[in-house]
Protein backbone atom coordinates (compact mmCIF):
# COMPACT_ATOMS: atom_id res chain seq x y z
CA UNK A 1 0.00 0.00 0.00
CA UNK A 2 2.69 2.30 0.66
CA UNK A 3 4.37 1.65 -2.40
CA UNK A 4 1.18 3.00 -4.49
CA UNK A 5 0.58 6.14 -2.30
CA UNK A 6 4.48 7.22 -3.09
CA UNK A 7 3.64 6.22 -6.90
CA UNK A 8 0.17 8.61 -6.57
CA UNK A 9 1.72 11.30 -4.56
CA UNK A 10 4.19 11.61 -7.71
CA UNK A 11 1.29 11.53 -10.23
CA UNK A 12 -1.18 13.48 -8.44
CA UNK A 13 2.18 16.62 -7.48
CA UNK A 14 0.82 19.98 -7.43
CA UNK A 15 -3.00 18.95 -7.56
CA UNK A 16 -2.74 17.76 -4.40
CA UNK A 17 -1.61 20.94 -2.95
CA UNK A 18 -4.33 22.60 -3.86
CA UNK A 19 -7.41 22.85 -1.32
CA UNK A 20 -10.48 20.67 -2.14
CA UNK A 21 -12.84 20.42 -5.24
CA UNK A 22 -14.84 23.22 -4.62
CA UNK A 23 -17.77 22.28 -6.89
CA UNK A 24 -18.52 19.39 -9.01
CA UNK A 25 -16.48 20.70 -11.99
CA UNK A 26 -13.60 21.20 -10.17
CA UNK A 27 -13.44 17.64 -8.59
CA UNK A 28 -13.99 15.75 -12.08
CA UNK A 29 -10.99 17.12 -13.59
CA UNK A 30 -9.07 15.87 -9.69
CA UNK A 31 -11.19 12.78 -10.31
CA UNK A 32 -9.71 12.14 -13.51
CA UNK A 33 -5.85 12.21 -11.74
CA UNK A 34 -6.89 10.46 -8.75
CA UNK A 35 -8.16 7.04 -10.61
CA UNK A 36 -4.87 7.52 -13.12
CA UNK A 37 -3.17 3.89 -11.45
CA UNK A 38 -6.32 1.92 -11.30
CA UNK A 39 -8.58 2.96 -13.72
CA UNK A 40 -11.04 0.77 -13.36
CA UNK A 41 -14.94 1.66 -13.86
CA UNK A 42 -17.22 1.43 -10.88
CA UNK A 43 -20.23 -0.83 -11.56
CA UNK A 44 -19.09 -3.48 -14.31
CA UNK A 45 -14.86 -3.34 -13.91
CA UNK A 46 -14.44 -2.39 -17.07
CA UNK A 47 -10.95 -0.72 -17.67
CA UNK A 48 -10.75 2.47 -19.50
CA UNK A 49 -8.06 4.67 -20.70
CA UNK A 50 -8.60 8.41 -21.08
CA UNK A 51 -12.43 8.77 -21.10
CA UNK A 52 -13.06 5.47 -23.43
CA UNK A 53 -14.23 2.85 -21.94
CA UNK A 54 -12.42 -0.64 -23.04
CA UNK A 55 -16.00 -3.14 -22.69
CA UNK A 56 -14.48 -6.04 -23.71
CA UNK A 57 -12.65 -5.64 -20.88
CA UNK A 58 -15.36 -6.93 -18.35
CA UNK A 59 -17.99 -8.47 -21.12
CA UNK A 60 -19.92 -5.40 -21.35
CA UNK A 61 -22.93 -5.22 -24.05
CA UNK A 62 -24.59 -2.10 -24.08
CA UNK A 63 -28.69 -2.02 -23.73
CA UNK A 64 -29.64 0.99 -25.80
CA UNK A 65 -27.29 3.61 -25.96
CA UNK A 66 -23.96 2.59 -27.80
CA UNK A 67 -22.33 5.69 -28.02
CA UNK A 68 -22.68 7.02 -24.34
CA UNK A 69 -21.27 3.30 -23.45
CA UNK A 70 -18.00 4.25 -24.77
CA UNK A 71 -17.30 7.00 -22.67
CA UNK A 72 -16.53 7.21 -18.55
CA UNK A 73 -18.77 9.73 -16.65
CA UNK A 74 -18.47 10.64 -13.16
CA UNK A 75 -21.26 9.01 -10.86
CA UNK A 76 -21.83 9.71 -7.17
CA UNK A 77 -23.09 6.94 -5.61
CA UNK A 78 -25.31 8.54 -3.31
CA UNK A 79 -26.61 11.00 -6.39
CA UNK A 80 -26.69 14.60 -6.29
CA UNK A 81 -30.80 14.35 -6.39
CA UNK A 82 -30.59 12.77 -3.12
CA UNK A 83 -28.70 15.43 -1.47
CA UNK A 84 -30.39 18.16 -3.04
CA UNK A 85 -33.81 16.82 -2.00
CA UNK A 86 -33.43 17.14 1.66
CA UNK A 87 -31.95 20.87 0.93
CA UNK A 88 -34.50 23.66 1.07
CA UNK A 89 -32.63 25.15 -2.06
CA UNK A 90 -33.89 22.57 -4.41
CA UNK A 91 -36.93 23.40 -3.65
CA UNK A 92 -36.25 27.27 -4.83
CA UNK A 93 -34.34 26.44 -8.30
CA UNK A 94 -33.13 22.61 -8.44
CA UNK A 95 -29.98 21.75 -8.80
CA UNK A 96 -28.95 24.36 -10.44
CA UNK A 97 -29.60 26.91 -7.49
CA UNK A 98 -28.33 24.25 -5.15
CA UNK A 99 -25.24 24.60 -6.77
CA UNK A 100 -24.56 28.12 -7.22
CA UNK A 101 -26.23 29.17 -3.26
CA UNK A 102 -25.99 26.45 -1.00
CA UNK A 103 -22.79 25.93 0.87
CA UNK A 104 -23.51 22.38 2.07
CA UNK A 105 -24.73 20.96 -1.25
CA UNK A 106 -21.47 22.67 -2.77
CA UNK A 107 -19.29 20.51 -0.56
CA UNK A 108 -21.66 17.39 -0.89
CA UNK A 109 -21.75 17.60 -5.10
CA UNK A 110 -17.93 18.02 -5.35
CA UNK A 111 -17.26 15.15 -2.04
CA UNK A 112 -14.59 12.97 -3.99
CA UNK A 113 -15.36 9.87 -1.36
CA UNK A 114 -18.39 9.93 -3.12
CA UNK A 115 -17.25 10.54 -6.74
CA UNK A 116 -16.79 7.21 -8.77
CA UNK A 117 -15.78 6.65 -12.72
CA UNK A 118 -18.78 4.78 -14.42
CA UNK A 119 -19.90 3.59 -18.16
CA UNK A 120 -22.14 6.95 -19.36
CA UNK A 121 -24.71 4.10 -20.29
CA UNK A 122 -25.09 2.62 -16.73
CA UNK A 123 -24.62 5.94 -15.04
CA UNK A 124 -27.59 7.31 -16.89
CA UNK A 125 -29.64 3.96 -16.30
CA UNK A 126 -29.17 4.14 -12.58
CA UNK A 127 -30.33 7.40 -12.84
CA UNK A 128 -31.20 8.66 -8.84
CA UNK A 129 -32.75 5.15 -8.18
CA UNK A 130 -31.62 3.70 -4.49
CA UNK A 131 -29.84 0.81 -4.36
CA UNK A 132 -31.57 -2.98 -3.04
CA UNK A 133 -31.49 -6.46 -4.07
CA UNK A 134 -33.29 -7.40 -7.20
CA UNK A 135 -34.37 -11.08 -7.92
CA UNK A 136 -33.28 -10.43 -11.24
CA UNK A 137 -30.16 -11.98 -12.93
CA UNK A 138 -27.96 -9.74 -14.63
CA UNK A 139 -28.36 -9.50 -17.87
CA UNK A 140 -29.16 -6.09 -19.36
CA UNK A 141 -25.90 -5.46 -20.12
CA UNK A 142 -23.99 -8.62 -21.24
CA UNK A 143 -21.26 -9.28 -18.38
CA UNK A 144 -21.48 -7.07 -16.48
CA UNK A 145 -23.00 -8.04 -13.24
CA UNK A 146 -25.70 -4.76 -12.50
CA UNK A 147 -28.91 -4.73 -12.92
CA UNK A 148 -31.76 -1.58 -13.06
CA UNK A 149 -35.16 -2.29 -12.37
CA UNK A 150 -36.67 0.55 -13.97
CA UNK A 151 -40.78 0.00 -12.96
CA UNK A 152 -39.11 -0.30 -9.17
CA UNK A 153 -36.77 2.62 -9.51
CA UNK A 154 -34.23 0.33 -7.64
CA UNK A 155 -30.66 -0.73 -8.89
CA UNK A 156 -28.53 -3.86 -7.87
CA UNK A 157 -24.74 -3.65 -8.11
CA UNK A 158 -22.52 -6.45 -8.10
CA UNK A 159 -21.33 -7.43 -4.90
CA UNK A 160 -17.27 -6.47 -5.22
CA UNK A 161 -18.61 -2.67 -4.88
CA UNK A 162 -21.64 -3.36 -2.19
CA UNK A 163 -19.66 -2.72 0.94
CA UNK A 164 -18.05 0.51 -0.09
CA UNK A 165 -21.63 1.87 -1.26
CA UNK A 166 -22.87 1.06 2.19
CA UNK A 167 -19.88 2.65 3.68
CA UNK A 168 -19.92 6.02 1.26
CA UNK A 169 -23.65 6.23 2.37
CA UNK A 170 -22.98 6.13 5.85
CA UNK A 171 -20.51 8.52 5.57
CA UNK A 172 -22.45 11.06 3.44
CA UNK A 173 -25.64 11.25 6.05
CA UNK A 174 -22.59 11.95 9.04
CA UNK A 175 -20.89 14.29 7.08
CA UNK A 176 -23.94 16.12 5.31
CA UNK A 177 -26.50 15.44 7.44
CA UNK A 178 -28.69 13.30 5.16
CA UNK A 179 -31.50 10.96 6.01
CA UNK A 180 -31.17 7.06 5.29
CA UNK A 181 -34.49 5.44 5.23
CA UNK A 182 -34.44 2.75 7.92
CA UNK A 183 -35.50 -0.09 5.09
CA UNK A 184 -32.07 1.34 3.63
CA UNK A 185 -30.08 1.36 6.55
CA UNK A 186 -30.90 -1.80 7.47
CA UNK A 187 -29.41 -3.18 3.98
CA UNK A 188 -26.09 -0.85 3.87
CA UNK A 189 -25.60 -2.41 7.50
CA UNK A 190 -25.63 -5.61 5.83
CA UNK A 191 -24.24 -5.19 3.08
CA UNK A 192 -20.95 -3.37 5.31
CA UNK A 193 -21.00 -6.68 7.55
CA UNK A 194 -21.47 -8.59 4.36
CA UNK A 195 -18.68 -7.20 2.47
CA UNK A 196 -15.75 -6.06 4.15
CA UNK A 197 -13.17 -3.12 3.45
CA UNK A 198 -10.62 -4.78 0.50
CA UNK A 199 -7.22 -3.34 0.18
CA UNK A 200 -8.25 -1.38 -2.67
CA UNK A 201 -10.81 0.37 -0.87
CA UNK A 202 -8.69 1.53 1.84
CA UNK A 203 -6.42 2.66 -0.65
CA UNK A 204 -8.77 4.85 -2.72
CA UNK A 205 -9.58 6.22 1.11
CA UNK A 206 -6.14 7.28 1.73
CA UNK A 207 -6.14 9.07 -1.74
CA UNK A 208 -8.90 10.83 -1.76
CA UNK A 209 -8.32 11.79 1.85
CA UNK A 210 -4.89 13.56 0.34
CA UNK A 211 -7.23 16.31 -1.34
CA UNK A 212 -10.58 16.21 0.68
CA UNK A 213 -8.31 16.67 3.96
CA UNK A 214 -10.02 14.18 5.52
CA UNK A 215 -10.38 10.27 5.14
CA UNK A 216 -14.23 8.37 5.18
CA UNK A 217 -14.12 6.90 9.05
CA UNK A 218 -16.49 4.02 8.02
CA UNK A 219 -13.76 2.98 5.74
CA UNK A 220 -10.51 3.19 8.24
CA UNK A 221 -8.20 5.56 9.55
CA UNK A 222 -5.92 7.38 7.32
CA UNK A 223 -2.31 8.44 7.48
CA UNK A 224 -2.60 12.78 6.54
CA UNK A 225 1.38 12.74 6.92
CA UNK A 226 2.11 10.38 3.86
CA UNK A 227 0.21 13.20 1.70
CA UNK A 228 2.23 15.30 -0.51
CA UNK A 229 2.77 19.45 1.38
Same mark, same amino acid.
Given at each position: ???????????????????????? =?????????????????????????? =?????????????????????????????? &????????? &??????????????????????????????????????????????????????????????????????????????????????????????????? =??????????? &??????????????????????????????
Amino acid at each position: MIRSILLFCLLFSAATEAAAPRTF =NEAKKVAWKLYATHPVEFYCGCRYQG =NRVDLKSCGYVPRKAPQRAKRIEWEHIVPA &WVIGHQRQC &WQKGGRKNCAENDTTYQRAEADLHNLVPSIGEVNGDRSNYSFAWLPQKPSQYGACPMVVDFKARKAMPRQQIRGMIARTYFYMSDRYGLKISSQDRKLY =NAWNRQYPVEA &WERNRNQRVACVMGYGNPFVGKVDMEVCPR
